[in-house]
């Protein structure tokens, strides 16, 4: 007797309809046909079972925050920063604390189980990181939330963040942070992203930077990141966030630079909404989209992922926090529309995701947490095309969230129910 069975899915890499047999929050067995009982059964009926979205780069602090004090009327970076700052003294614990566990039943509704959020240190109170530490705790049986201690105004440039940032690792948080091309000089960028180095090394942590967020091509902090993680055997466990100087640096450049992120081992991630709208705003025409290089990231052999970054924020004013709202933007973005490169795209919101994350017992092999994500799709790149309901999210083998089957009814000739889903993707091409 199973706690729950998962009948007739259609999975990734596999041709065959599967069953999933899951007990005590694990998946203990994946076959086209088990035959046994279970407490629950969820019937897929060849749509799509995926494991849940991984969101690798969001601010949780800041979101749904969207008009307070004021709307960004320029809808720029620099404004929404200045923005933040406005609304930073006038945060009450309760509202962090409300504000970050709507946008987590949002993001569980969307099938969205694992995000890293960033969390600014840079006020004295480090309101926001306590708030965040007890919605980490209390979300913890429905998501995994990761928290970075991120610097927001410079580590180096903003008074007392070095002291702010050592307190909130002290307190819990799991990721050290940072923002070097916002740190006064190249100079202290550079000094910046040696000492969080250093201090992550120290305390066994991971890093996740912001990194080169600017249209500058010489923003080149991306280097010293993986100079020092090569230094430091962080090999792995460093994230570089956003890399939009890498859209405008010059193409013989990059290409010695892509080897070393690779041999860093440096997780990069792309946060395809936010960039294509913040990016390129001092360009007249042609104007840069501002992602960094995915596809050649990609061919180079670093992990990358996609974020959403911003929801309703000072930064964004959009977002519902579907992470295939953010592939198929990164898609289109990075011209990403081969097949393999389709498939890739719903990888960054899943697997690749997982491994900037370094999530354990991630997948939908015997052995994996039994956390995963029904869909309305008949595969990934279905999946995307649509953007469909999310029929049923199951977390630790029990359904949390579920939505009703989409189906248009039209009143043309009579009476029909339109299908909207193609399985055109997943069919096996002939020799
Ligand atoms: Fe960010």
Not at 41 to 58: C, K
Not at 93 to 111: F, I, K, T
Not at 280 to 305: F, I, Q
Request: net charge negative; charged share 25%; glycine share 8%.
């Amino acid at each position: 007797m199973f706690d729950l069975i998962v009948r007739q899915a259609r999975l990734l890499g596999k041709h065959e309809l599967q069953d999933i047999a899951c007990s005590n929050g694990c998946i203990v067995d994946v076959r086209p046909r088990i035959e046994a009982e279970a407490v629950e059964a969820v019937e897929a009926r060849g749509y799509l079972v995926s494991p849940g979205f991984v969101d690798s780069h969001f601010h949780m602090d800041a979101t749904l925050s969207l008009g307070r004090p004021r709307l960004n009327r320029s809808g720029t970076l620099l404004e929404g920063i200045a923005l933040w700052n406005e609304l930073k003294p006038e945060l009450t614990l309760e509202s962090l604390r409300d504000r970050a566990l709507q946008c987590c039943r949002m993001a569980v509704a969307r099938g969205t189980l694992h995000i890293r959020s960033h969390v600014d240190v840079c006020d004295e109170r480090l309101l926001a990181v306590q708030a965040l530490l007890e919605v980490r705790r209390e979300m913890a049986p429905y998501l995994d939330l990761q928290l970075v201690a991120f610097p927001q105004d410079g580590y180096l440039r903003s008074p007392g963040a070095r002291a702010n940032l050592l307190r909130a690792l002290d307190m819990g948080v799991d990721v050290v942070g940072g923002i070097p091309h916002f740190e006064r000089t190249m100079a202290d960028g550079a000094a910046s992203v040696r000492e969080l180095c250093e201090l992550a090394a120290a305390r066994g942590l991971r890093v996740d930077m912001h990194c080169d967020e600017s249209d500058d091509p010489l923003s080149r902090h991306v280097e010293t990141l993986v100079a020092e993680i090569c230094r430091l055997g962080l090999q792995g466990r460093a994230a570089g966030s956003h890399l939009t100087s890498m859209h405008s640096m010059d193409n013989y450049y990059v290409s010695k630079l892509l080897p070393l992120m690779a041999e860093a081992q440096l997780h990069a991630v792309a946060n395809p909404l936010i960039n294509i709208t913040l990016q390129g705003r001092h360009d007249s025409y042609p104007r840069r989209r501002g992602m960094t290089r995915v596809p050649e990231l990609l061919e180079a052999g670093v992990n990358v992922a996609f974020g959403h970054d911003c929801i309703m924020d000072p930064w964004y004013s959009l977002g519902s926090y579907d992470m295939l709202d953010v592939a198929h933007m990164g898609l289109h973005v990075a011209q990403m529309t081969g097949l393999e490169q389709m498939r890739e795209c719903f990888a960054m919101v899943t697997t690749r995701g997982a491994r900037v994350l370094g999530l354990d017992g991630y997948g939908l092999e015997p052995g994996c947490f039994a956390d995963m994500v029904l869909l309305q799709a008949r595969g990934p790149i279905d999946a995307l095309r649509l953007r469909p309901a999310r029929l049923a999210v199951i977390r630790r083998g029990r359904v949390i969230a579920s939505t009703p089957e989409v189906r248009p009814r039209l009143l043309l000739h009579g009476e029909r129910e339109l299908d909207l889903t193609s399985d055109v993707y997943e069919r096996r091409e002939k020799n």
